[in-house]
């Protein structure tokens, strides 16, 4: 499996979080719940979902957690909103460059034709207010009607699907694209062989090559000069 400690980072303002006295939770809160829920049931994958849960003010933010946590995850899901644009602390703008620096050294943010950031369009905003890294992006998974209000029940749990379908498409490719190579296996067994005189060599080339099948490393490596007696 993947060695990310979290398959996925939800990079989010607490403002799309907030819940109107008859909700049990805030919307980011119900969607990180949904999603660890349905993308094993798109895939069979399991899921560790990192999330600020802790809502911190200003003067409160632990900035050595949040660059851990995106050196630590496979895939980058900012909720994009009007809040989250505004950006009121530049903690946000940190989170996806945090990623991306991190991302670089494990295969790169680009899985093939795919992204490693995968856009949740919570709010309604234009692609001209998007961030220059995610205007490019797959903008499909949108979470609002054409008002920009919220969702019905039902099409919120079909986007909900949708976006569990594409991680773990996500998460699939990411093994294939950056899995390092197994080392290469040393070998401690040596042999060497002498430089023989040209009526011999043949004895040495069969001697080598049955040293080699036993796994025997031959010295020196590659051909030996004959010379002559």
């Not at 050294?105 to 680009?110: I, S």
């Not at 986007?159 to 773990?168: P, S």
Request: charged fraction near 25%.
């Amino acid at each position: 499996g993947w060695p990310m400690q979290w398959n996925i980072f939800v990079s989010y303002s607490s403002k799309d979080d907030k819940r109107l006295s008859v909700d049990p939770s805030g919307w980011v809160t119900r969607f990180c719940n949904d999603l660890e829920v349905a993308v094993p049931q798109a895939g069979g994958r399991e899921v560790k979902i990192w999330r600020d849960k802790k809502q911190l003010a200003g003067n409160e933010y632990f900035a050595d957690s949040i660059d851990e946590a995106t050196a630590n995850s496979s895939l980058l899901l900012p909720i994009i909103s009007p809040s989250y644009l505004a950006d009121e602390h530049g903690w946000l703008k940190r989170e996806r460059d945090g990623f991306i620096a991190a991302a670089a050294g494990t295969g790169g943010v680009r899985l093939g034709n795919l992204s490693r950031i995968c856009p949740i369009l919570r709010g309604k905003v234009t692609v001209e207010q998007l961030p220059e890294e995610i205007r490019p992006l797959n903008l499909t998974h949108e979470f609002y009607d054409d008002q920009g209000y919220d969702l019905p029940d039902t099409l919120y749990k079909n986007r909900v699907k949708d976006v569990a379908a594409t991680i773990q498409i996500m998460l699939e490719n990411l093994g294939k694209y950056t899995a390092p190579a197994p080392p290469p296996k040393r070998n401690s067994k040596f042999v060497y062989l002498a430089s023989p005189a040209q009526d011999v060599e043949p004895k040495r080339a069969e001697l080598k090559e049955e040293l080699t099948r036993k796994g025997y490393s031959i010295l020196p490596n590659g051909s030996v000069p004959v010379t002559q007696a």
